[in-house]
């Protein structure tokens, strides 16, 4: 018989929710495509979805994790802060030893 752990992280800041996986895959979509409407069409989610969940980690985190640019000849866009970036990267990291100890666990489970 195999047994799975089943487990989903996130950092909350008052009651609000800062980060989690969702969140930082949008944040890595608008990092890759340079904009949060490329962003939210490659993760198939709405636009005003997207615009909210950066808008509440924005409003969320210490310092913003976004810079916007005002339109132009190319549109405008959207980039991550270096602290953006220390987030995600930090988050992928305690997710990883997350998951790390939670296999460690589930092999004492299953020696039983």
């Given at each position: 018989m195999g047994y799975k752990i089943k487990s989903r992280i996130w950092i909350e800041s008052d009651d609000n929710v800062l980060l989690g996986e969702g969140r930082v895959h949008?944040?890595?979509?608008?990092?890759?495509?340079?904009?949060?409407?490329?962003?939210a069409k490659s993760l198939n989610i709405s636009y005003?979805?997207?615009w909210g969940l950066l808008d509440s980690?924005?409003?969320s985190a210490k310092e913003p994790v976004t810079i916007n640019s005002v339109g132009g000849k190319g549109g405008g866009g959207v980039e991550l802060t270096e602290y953006g970036q220390k987030l995600i990267?930090?988050?992928?990291?305690?997710?990883k030893d997350c998951w790390k100890f939670l296999d460690e666990q589930l092999a004492k489970f299953e020696e039983l």
């Amino acid at each position: 018989m195999g047994y799975k752990i089943k487990s989903r992280i996130w950092i909350e800041s008052d009651d609000n929710v800062l980060l989690g996986e969702g969140r930082v895959h949008l944040l890595k979509a608008i990092q890759e495509n340079g904009s949060l409407s490329k962003g939210a069409k490659s993760l198939n989610i709405s636009y005003k979805k997207a615009w909210g969940l950066l808008d509440s980690v924005n409003k969320s985190a210490k310092e913003p994790v976004t810079i916007n640019s005002v339109g132009g000849k190319g549109g405008g866009g959207v980039e991550l802060t270096e602290y953006g970036q220390k987030l995600i990267n930090t988050f992928d990291e305690i997710n990883k030893d997350c998951w790390k100890f939670l296999d460690e666990q589930l092999a004492k489970f299953e020696e039983l």
